[in-house]
T-cell receptor, first 120, second 116 residues
């Protein structure tokens, strides 16, 4: 099946630094990728939709200047947590539906393994 | 708007016994329904989905789920639980009439504990 990777899997940083997380679709092209945040023992919350060639769409309450998203190519989306603070510590997961928009290709999303961010 | 409810935070079952993890949903149109499993510090793994057709859907690792439109439910089941099934399970829904981004909405998750 389709594979989505994330890098890094773990990151620990000091407060005030910026952290970049990469999400790659390894064997398919993804015009859209989704970024989720998961707090301990909680569900996944959609943060934003990353669109190749255009601006990301952010969910209500998510600071676009805080969480910068760049969909550089059909296989890569990056999430940059700028000026990270301890409250940004979380598990960040990306996903991608294979194929192009519309119809059956949107039935299933493939999830990356997640990136755990710890801000000290 | 679409929403998903998983009423149980945790389900405990003895190995070899049948298990059920409950899920109810709400969508304005017709639903696409999914179950995912998450192991500690890992991403989500797809288990099964209902799109159309037979209400009983069979998926990975012996799991199955039954779509019940009248009760707006999509409970996950397995006839005989294994200790290795212990994990966090998420139900998700997508309203296929939603043209706003093909967004998945997740339930709060249910932790399944299978004891030997």
């Amino acid at each position: 099946g389709a594979v989505v990777s994330q890098h890094p899997s773990w990151v620990i940083c000091k407060s005030g630094t910026s952290v970049k997380i990469e999400c790659r679709s390894l064997d398919f092209q993804a015009t859209t990728m989704f970024w989720y945040r998961q707090f301990p023992k909680q569900s996944l919350m959609l943060m934003a939709t990353s669109n190749e060639g255009s601006k990301a769409t952010y969910e209500q309450g998510v600071e676009k200047d805080k969480f910068l998203i760049n969909h550089a190519s059909l296989t890569l989306s990056t999430l940059t947590v700028t000026s990270a603070h301890p409250e940004d510590s979380s598990f960040y997961i990306c996903s991608a539906p294979p194929g192009l928009a519309g119809g059956n290709p949107w039935e299933t999303q493939y999830f990356g393994p997640g990136t755990r961010l710890l801000v000290l | 708007a679409q929403s998903v409810a998983q009423p149980e935070d945790q389900v405990n079952v003895a190995e070899g016994n049948p298990l059920t993890v409950k899920c109810t949903y709400s969508v304005s149109g017709n639903p696409y329904l999914f179950w995912y499993v998450q192991y500690p510090n890992r991403g989500l793994q797809f288990l099964l989905k209902y799109i159309t057709g037979d209400n009983l859907v069979k998926g990975s690792y012996g799991f199955e789920a039954e779509f019940n439109k009248s009760q707006t439910s999509f409970h996950l089941k397995k006839p005989s639980a294994l200790v290795s099934d212990s994990a966090l399970y998420f139900c998700a829904v997508r309203d296929y009439t939603d043209n706003a981004g093909n967004m998945l909405t997740f339930g709060g998750g249910t932790r399944l504990m299978v004891k030997p």
